[in-house]
């Protein structure tokens, strides 16, 4: 029995089905599967092995520390890391196989340097800002770089394994600078081969270009998201529409279910105030679980949406620390110990959530709190539970 009154319940066979779902769409790229953030709030290891199960080649982390887990774990596929800043023991990244990004010059040093400590070549992967903005080389930065790698991959320190990118707008299919961003990257790959550098992998694809533009794919794409079963482009279709399955499911057991009479004030600064007599419930799950605060129900307006015996209710009131409320009605059945859930089978969804929050699915799962065990099972698909 749990001492913990709430649960996230992750179902491996979602991951796996969804992980085989995205190499059919993929249609000949290899798909790395992006679990990183503690694969999304779901639990590195297990979903990395539930991916890899379901046909993932490569893993991907933004984090070295949880690179490094995947090799304690004993996994043994291609891991890809991109994320890290001078200093970092990039020796016991190249010692463990694991393919690194590069961002900027310095990192060129370092993982020469990390190579020689580790008596082996390093693998890596040039990243390219194509217009995001974000980390990564510039097309100006490039040159330079570029020189430098091939002298590195001569020498024997290093070999250039891919080239890649990351997109501004594949949550807007269509949009225009998607195809500019490709063509940044075929460009850098091309400056790259005219320097002796052929890059095997050139891959720009996440979630959203991966289910949506089949011309990005290239050689391999990187789904996060899509892994674990939410879509990246709600405005375009649901889980459902792709062949996904949301893979977690968030519930708890009610606290307390007591009686209170019309006009009563819930919650900090009675923001919600009971409309009727009425019977409210606490559910022991807040911000501090990762609960969003601002999915409280204040100003008259629900909350986020929670299933409770088979029924749409919502917060009422300001989301806690520790726990928030319920208003179950006039005529509510539940009891103290029932279970309800908060978003996935049975109850609301991760992107209901996040509507009701104003932000993104990605949040919804995977700010949960570390302190909200991960309960794992295991559906095959006849629907068997194995536990």
């Known amino acids: 029995m749990s001492l913990y009154p709430a649960r996230a319940v992750v179902d491996l066979g979602a991951i796996r089905a969804n992980a085989r779902t995205l190499c059919r769409i993929a249609d000949g790229a290899a798909v790395l599967a992006v679990v990183?953030?503690?694969?999304?709030?779901?639990?590195?290891?297990?979903?990395?092995?539930?991916?890899?199960?379901?046909?993932?080649?490569?893993?991907?982390?933004?984090?070295?520390?949880?690179?490094?887990?995947l090799r304690e774990a004993g996994i043994d596929a291609r891991v890809l890391t991109w994320l890290y800043a001078p200093?970092?023991?990039l020796e016991l990244a190249v010692a463990a196989d694991i393919d690194l990004a590069v961002a900027a010059r310095w990192a060129?040093?370092?993982?020469?340097?990390?190579?020689?400590?580790a008596?082996?070549?390093?693998?890596?992967?040039?990243?390219?800002?194509?217009?995001?903005?974000?980390?990564g080389?510039?097309?100006?930065?490039?040159?330079?770089?570029?020189?430098?790698?091939?002298?590195?991959q001569s020498a024997g320190l290093l070999r250039v394994v891919g080239v890649f990118s990351h997109l501004a707008f594949a949550d807007s299919p269509g949009h225009p600078s998607l195809q500019h961003q490709l063509s940044v990257l075929h460009e850098s790959v091309d400056a790259a081969r005219s320097r002796g550098i052929e890059p095997e992998l050139r891959h720009i694809a996440a979630s959203a270009a991966t289910l949506t533009a089949p011309e990005l794919h290239l050689d391999l794409v990187r789904p996060g998201l899509a892994l674990?079963?939410?879509?990246?482009?709600?405005?375009?279709?649901?889980?459902?529409?792709?062949?996904?399955?949301?893979?977690?499911?968030?519930?708890?057991?009610?606290?307390?279910?007591?009686?209170?009479?019309?006009?009563?004030?819930?919650?900090?600064?009675?923001?919600?105030?009971?409309?009727?007599?009425t019977t409210v419930g606490v559910v022991p799950l807040g911000y501090g679980d990762g609960i969003p605060r601002h999915a409280s129900g204040v100003d008259g307006a629900p909350g986020a949406p929670i299933g409770s015996a088979g029924r749409a209710l919502a917060i009422a009131g300001r989301v806690c620390m520790d726990q928030f409320m319920v208003d179950l009605g006039p005529e509510a059945v539940e009891v103290a110990g029932d279970r309800v859930v908060l978003f996935g089978a049975g109850g609301p969804s991760a992107?209901?959530?996040?509507?009701?929050?104003?932000?993104?699915?990605?949040?919804?799962?995977?700010?949960?709190?570390?302190?909200?065990?991960?309960v794992y099972v295991d559906h095959d698909d006849a629907g068997k539970d194995h536990r």
Do not use: C
């Not at 992967?125 to 995001?132: P, W």
């Open 351 to 374: 992107e209901d959530w996040a509507r009701a929050a104003g932000t993104i699915s990605y949040e919804i799962v995977t700010r949960l709190g570390a302190r909200v065990p991960r």
């Open 108 to 117: 060129l040093d370092e993982i020469a340097a990390a190579a020689r400590s």
């Open 228 to 277: 674990y079963g939410l879509s990246p482009v709600p405005q375009v279709g649901g889980p459902e529409d792709f062949g996904l399955v949301p893979a977690m499911t968030l519930e708890a057991e009610l606290a307390t279910v007591k009686q209170l009479p019309a006009g009563h004030g819930v919650s900090y600064a009675h923001h919600y105030v009971t409309p009727t007599a």
């Open 119 to 135: 008596g082996r070549p390093a693998r890596v992967h040039l990243k390219v800002d194509t217009g995001l903005g974000r980390n």
């Open 137 to 152: 080389l510039t097309p100006a930065e490039l040159p330079p770089v570029l020189d430098a790698a091939a002298e590195l």
């Open 87 to 89: 200093g970092a023991p």
């Open 36 to 69: 990183k953030a503690d694969a999304y709030g779901h639990g590195l290891v297990p979903v990395a092995r539930a991916a890899v199960e379901g046909g993932a080649t490569w893993l991907g982390t933004a984090q070295l520390t949880e690179a490094l887990a």
